[in-house]
């Protein structure tokens, strides 16, 4: 599965050039990895599937670490927002 968010406007001239959107989020099997437009890895969001090995070893749900990926994803179009907004609290 593959997801790409990006915030509406010039996100070139807004957005600092260190991690440039659109951001994506891809299923590799095991996680969920949130990358930026040059392909740099921002995230890692480790799942199991499987009931038992997931309590024992305190992991996500594949939702719960589908959302949370997701939602990171989302951040540079939060931030342009508020930049937009003058910095006023979200």
Not at 19 to 35: I, L, N, Q, R, S
Not at 65 to 72: D, S, T
Request: hydrophobic residues 35%; charged residues 30%.
């Amino acid at each position: 599965m593959f997801y790409i968010w990006q915030a509406a406007g010039n996100t070139e001239a807004s957005m600092p050039d260190r991690f440039p959107p659109p951001w994506t989020v891809e299923d590799t099997g095991a996680a969920f990895v949130v990358k930026d437009s040059s392909g740099q890895k921002l995230g890692y969001f480790y799942y199991e599937q499987e009931p038992g090995r997931r309590s024992a070893a305190k992991m996500l749900t594949k939702d719960e670490a589908r959302r949370i990926a997701v939602n990171f994803a989302k951040l540079p179009e939060l931030l342009l927002s508020r930049e937009r907004s003058g910095g006023r609290r979200l």
